[in-house]
């Protein structure tokens, strides 16, 4: 195709906005506003236009969007808020009707969350401080439940299976005088970082149903332990990592 025949096309989409019988031909459009020929998958749907597709490509528009969003972001934001507080319950029952796909989509997308999530955090990390300083003091009678619960589900748990003796610990504590995973000195003070803390390699939640035996224990800092995630990935990923080298 030569210069004459592209010039030809693009006059007749900005004036008419019509295929001609070459376009057809082509499976291809012209973009007004970028000006460049791109094939219809470039083009998102439209049933107002006679060959319908939109005006503009997708990348035009989700720019104009943009834009758009950036120079009227608190008008925008503001719409947002009344609109929750007029339906406060449909975004939950959206999340309950496509539960599935939305469990698909995070497992797809998970290292990239974290990854925007730590950077979030460190942004925001006075924001969020004074945030649960917030929730503590509306919450407290809430938050000591919570705990409470926790409490005594671990002591039935420590009851009903176990082979740890009290005499068994001691030594298990006069053998691991260094964390077991940053190999720091442990100290036994307990709002120190680097204060120690019984740790159960497997958690003792619902979700990893752990046991306090002696193959599930060891001695670390207060740190790693607070670190941990509680679903215990991290320790199936050395076990993983251990396991191929």
């Not at 698909?104 to 974290?114: D, F, M, P, S």
């Not at 619960?149 to 006069?174: A, E, H, S, V």
Request: with cysteine; proline share 3%; charged share 30%.
């Amino acid at each position: 195709m030569n210069g004459f025949h592209v010039r030809q096309m693009s006059v007749l989409v900005q004036n008419v906005g019509q295929f001609t019988g070459i376009e057809k031909k082509m499976n291809k459009k012209i973009c007004p506003k970028c000006k460049v020929i791109k094939p219809f998958y470039e083009f998102s749907k439209d049933r107002i236009h006679k060959d319908g597709l939109f005006r503009i490509c997708k990348k035009c528009d989700s720019l104009k969007h943009k834009q758009y969003h950036q120079k009227n972001k608190e008008k925008l934001n503001k719409k947002t808020q009344q609109w929750r507080k007029k339906h406060p319950e449909y975004n939950k029952q959206y999340y309950l009707k496509n539960i599935q796909y939305y469990k698909q989509w995070e497992k797809g997308h998970y290292q990239k969350r974290q990854i925007q999530h730590k950077l979030w955090y460190q942004i925001n990390l006075d924001k969020v401080k004074i945030q649960k300083k917030q929730y503590r003091q509306k919450n407290e009678e809430k938050i000591k439940e919570i705990y409470r619960n926790d409490r005594n589900r671990r002591r039935l748990l420590y009851k009903q299976k176990t082979d740890i003796t009290t005499q068994w610990l001691i030594n298990l504590k006069r053998n691991t005088p260094y964390c077991a995973l940053c190999n720091v000195k442990l100290v036994e003070n307990g709002h120190h970082p680097n204060a120690r803390h019984l740790d159960h390699i497997i958690p003792l939640n619902k979700q990893c149903k752990g046991t306090h035996t002696m193959n599930n224990v060891r001695f670390i800092c207060r740190t790693c332990n607070l670190s941990r995630p509680k679903n215990g990935k991290d320790y199936v990923f050395q076990e993983t990592g251990a396991a191929r080298g």
